[in-house]
């Protein structure tokens, strides 16, 4: 699962604030508990699409 650091801390894992990474359930756990991190909601494919404005039609071009 995703997460990101609410703080900056060191220990069995480092991360600064605001940082964004993949961790174990097992490496997660503490970390959560003690409120230095938030687990990252994943976003829904179509969601993430749209926002870039890229919804995978496209348009023909004419090239006269």
Avoid: Q, W
């Amino acid at each position: 699962m995703m997460y990101t650091a609410n703080v900056s801390f060191a220990g069995k894992v480092c991360m600064y604030k605001g940082e964004v990474r993949e961790l174990s359930e097992e490496a997660a756990s503490e970390l959560l508990r003690c409120g230095y991190i938030s687990e990252v909601e994943p976003e829904k494919e179509e969601a993430h699409e749209t926002k870039r404005g890229n919804s995978g039609k496209r348009k023909a071009c004419d090239a006269h």
